[in-house]
């Protein structure tokens, strides 16, 4: 029986792993949807963003505070290494994604930050040798494949100020890949949810820091209903997806976790058909199912 049963478990364990890693992108990818929402009011990025993070710093000063009564000291050196993932992958990477949705359709944001994988895999590649395999890029290519007959025609439609609006996603992109390659070599010492949380924290001040430096106080006051999808945007699109997240990093290393993410983006098609009123295409339906073959392709690899 033990033959038989310990070969399964990494198998289960790897599958858990993914599977909490696509909730999370999907929890993660909405964001989109909602702050397309926010955008209907008068709010730039600059508020959007405050709000997000007013809302969810106390869910992470709460774990941080537990975390640091019963963790380990951290090194000056892991502080800083904190410090910096804080402001690299959720305070640049957060701001100029919702920067850019100003200026560009949802579904071009969306198929931009698809990049961030093919980001982590050339890091990867390149800056600590790693060797990727057939069937990762098989997954990548297939997904990729798909996001583009989903989202081709937000490309075409895009308006007058699509240019900056992308090189704005583009940058999130790149800054999110970093964090996510970076912090799959920490969180082995620090641990997840240990290091979401001190990452969060730092973000979460540099953002409230920077409204009340270029905006007034008096754009605090706000209709109830940018209260309300701030606090949707910052505990279901942010505090959840953040540590399933990095739970799934910590089980399946970065690469793994950000190819499971082009779920995410794929799934808002059909929020947005509910909540925004989206029609759906036999294109969007298609590329849909090759993302999904995507990610069964990713589901077949070896853990």
Known sequence: MTASSSPSSPRKLFLIGLSIAI?????????????????RYDVDAVTLIAFRMMFSLP?????????????????????GQIVILGLLGYYLSSFLDFLGL??????????????????????????????ITAI??????????????VFVHDVRIGGS??????????????SYAVYLLAS??????VGALRLVAYAMCVSS??????????????????????????????????????FLTMIAVDRIGAATASQAGMIGPVSTLFLAAWVLGEPITGIQLAGTALVLCGIYLLSKKKS
Not at 108 to 127: A, D, G, K, M, Y
């Open 136 to 149: 990762e890029w098989a997954a990548l290519g297939t997904s990729y494949l798909g996001t583009v007959l």
């Open 23 to 39: 909730v999370g992108a999907v929890l993660f990818s909405t964001k989109a949807i909602v702050a397309k929402l926010i955008y």
């Open 205 to 242: 001040v540099a953002c409230i820091a920077q409204f009340f430096i270029l905006r007034p106080a008096s754009m605090l006051i706000q209709p109830m209903d940018v209260y309300s999808l701030s606090v949707i945007n910052a505990f279901f699109c942010t505090v959840l997806p953040v």
């Open 184 to 189: 799959g070599e920490l969180v082995r010492r």
């Open 161 to 174: 100020n699509v240019t900056i609006g992308g090189l704005f996603v583009l940058g999130s992109a790149i």
């Open 102 to 131: 100003q200026y560009i359709s949802a579904g071009l944001e969306r198929l931009i930050l698809f990049l961030t994988p093919s980001f982590v895999l050339l890091l990867s590649v390149f800056l600590m040798k790693k060797k």
């Open 59 to 79: 869910f992470f000063i709460v774990i941080a505070v537990w975390k640091a009564r019963t963790a380990q000291p951290l090194s000056n050196a892991e502080k």
